[in-house]
DNA sequence: TATGAATGAGGGTTCATTCAT
DNA sequence: CATGAATGAACCCTCATTCAT
């Protein structure tokens, strides 16, 4: 890689970095593209150079950030050596609120608006090079498991879209419940609907 | 109530209408308060004597909205002579899911940085005469019910959650699935929470 | 007229006469509408409550300023009381072309981008109260002269596309020649014109 | 020529045939450079090797158009034959508008900025080895004619300036009449130019 | 109460030009 | 000769908010 090619790249990360310290801490429709220039040490045209607009810088760090925390968490899991699926996704599940509890800004990041659409993509085309494919992830877990669930996507996507929304709220507002009280009530739902969808 | 009184009222459901058709219809992002009165032909400055920004607007609308959605539902049921609890919220789910998937600018609208704080407040806190408390009806439907409901409040937050993000991504997106391939899984993992949540 | 429509008035015709002073002296292109504002001494929005755009000034002062020097060379032309219609036209042109050559700037200004089209709307709708239809006027001059002209309007078109092509050469350019030596080309060929167009 | 050469001269031109498509296209003004050196292939610091700036290459192209279409006009008299002098220019005059009618984007280009002095430079200044100096074909036009006019050079400026003005307005408006509707009146008054130019 | 002209900071975006490679 | 990343001034335009009437 040459020289300009390094540039080029710490230039970018530099602008990724630091529109994400800015969305998660202003939020984005606060953050103007003067802010994150300003801050990021480059010209106003240098950012039209990488990113079509704000928009577009957002959507790849939601990519990136969300596949970060989901390989994050299956690390962690991997590492406990949890054998059985159910509690496999217990685990990320409490890993991923408690990271994102110890990190609103970044739970107000990637929870606005997302969309279902956006986090798939998000999870099964990493764009950068450490980036992981969480879709192959949750499709080997499940293999393991004994590939004995009915409709894996559209039980991940119920399981995400409860654990997103409600999680959203407590953590956010504590209201109807704190996460810790929320939790159990989590993981109780949790395993039935994965009961539900395996078959016996 | 006096003549003026009473054109301040038509005044303020004038901008009331207006600013919804608009924000159904544009997204609020894009509405504009000069689009708002142009259309509702009041001047600029009598906005402000009747709402504080175009968010203060939002919020009333979203909790009469809502609230009015939820009662339409309701009383759909009501006519239907359903007795069971559970039937009953599966009917109100579909009522729901079904008015939203042929509005979707109302969906949006409403779904956008609806929180459940937001929610229940609409829900609980009636602004227009009309306006129904939703909170009391539903605890009127469980005390029909026989009353053994334990945690009604976030059994409640569970379902709403899992209902309002499925469905939002379905109506919006079709992604994972259409939302008649979703309301069956919807169905089944509804009633298992309400199992899951009835005292024996 | 209340205060406000006073000031409306006078808002207005400042921007008017400041964008006219420096679209002619540093031409349109190099004329930034924060140029005119800041001459002007309104802020940046009252520009746009006025006018569509900087083109949209310049067609209303391309309107007014035409007109105007049209009806300048027709009042001196009156004064000197000249009779016969071929006289007349003569010294309207000298008229014009002395007053262009004076002023490079309106010259440059009225020429570029100027189109039969906006000069007959010009010369036809007049905008300012004072503004005189220079179209009626024209037409009154041929009817005094007998009526005895073919084509008025095409007759017009040749005389001043060709007047007003070759002067702005002359007048800016000194090339081929300069304004004094063009003139008596042109009052040749302008009386031939005419003849050519007057029926016996 | 050295192979560096040639490279230097097939860069040269690939600029100027990318910026006469883009320019007769787009018009100079929404042309930028980046659209030029995007489209001819070749790094944005390369252009500034070969023009000072968009002007620059315009001047050089008017130049050549210009010439080029003058000299198809006078290749085709060429071949038709015609004798008389008056006819020529009449030929050229029709030839010229035809070819400029079917190609509104070249007359909008070489319409615009050209003055008398760019003109005239173009027609006599060939830049490409092909061009031809009309300038000195126009004066053997003249000589072939018997050399009887005065004022030659004032004559085709009064032509020239007469037809492209009219000429401009009718293809591109079609205001105040079609082109053809104003070719005769052209070519009447065109002869009559002549005839007053003739000694006899 | 109601008006709407005026504000002006701030937004996003473009682009001619430079210069280290 | 050729490159193209980087620059940053300058652009047009929007819009929530104010306040004299």
Chains 1, 2, 3, 4 share one sequence.
């Not at 609103?104 to 990493?126: C, Q």
């Not at 654990?163 to 009530?185: A, C, E, R």
């Amino acid at each position: 890689m040459g020289k300009a090619d390094q540039n080029k790249k710490i230039k970018m990360e530099n602008l990724l970095n630091t529109s994400f310290e800015l969305f998660t801490s202003k939020g984005i429709n606060k953050t103007s593209i003067s802010d994150i220039v300003e801050r990021a040490g480059v010209a106003k045209g240098t950012f039209y150079l990488y990113f079509k607009d704000k928009y577009d810088i957002r959507n790849r760090l939601i990519a990136h950030k969300s596949s970060q925390l989901f390989m994050q968490a299956y690390d962690a899991m991997e590492k406990e050596g949890i054998e059985d699926f159910e509690d496999k996704i217990i685990f990320i599940m409490n890993y991923v609120l408690d990271e994102l509890a110890t990190n609103k800004g970044l739970l107000a990041f990637i929870y606005k608006d997302l969309s279902w659409a956006v986090f798939k993509r998000a999870l099964t085309n990493p764009l950068a090079d450490t980036d992981v494919d969480f879709g192959a992830v949750y499709n080997q877990m499940i293999e393991d498991a004994g590939g004995k669930i009915k409709d894996p996507e559209v039980m991940l996507f119920l399981i995400i879209e409860l654990i997103g929304s409600t999680g959203y709220s407590s953590i956010m507002y504590d209201d109807p419940v704190s996460l810790n009280d929320l939790k159990p009530h989590l993981e109780q739902t949790v395993r039935q609907i994965i009961a539900q969808y395996t078959e016996d």
